[in-house]
């Protein structure tokens, strides 16, 4: 009888053990999940950021280069 009840007891503590670990992956695989999902998020705002801020200095560069083109222009034709 004593050893029907260790086995049993022994088999009780290994499902227990077995859900534990089930909840503890879970746990894992959600928090993983989660660090990744904030990682992808991080990089594509580095990357808006940076897209950004081609866009102003193509901007600025576009428009200096129009202003310089045209003012050497009028002097060719007023000079």
């Known amino acids: 009888m004593r050893m029907r009840q260790s086995i049993a007891q022994l088999e009780r503590a290994f499902v227990e053990e077995v859900e534990l670990d089930r909840v503890r992956r879970d746990h ?23 897209r950004f801020a081609l866009l ?3 901007m600025i560069a576009t428009a200096v280069i129009v202003t310089v083109a045209m003012f050497r222009t009028l002097y060719i034709v007023l000079g």
């Open 28 to 50: 894992l695989r959600h928090t993983a999940s989660q660090r990744s999902r904030v990682r992808t998020i991080q990089r594509r705002r580095a990357r808006s950021s940076l």
């Open 56 to 58: 102003v200095f193509t």
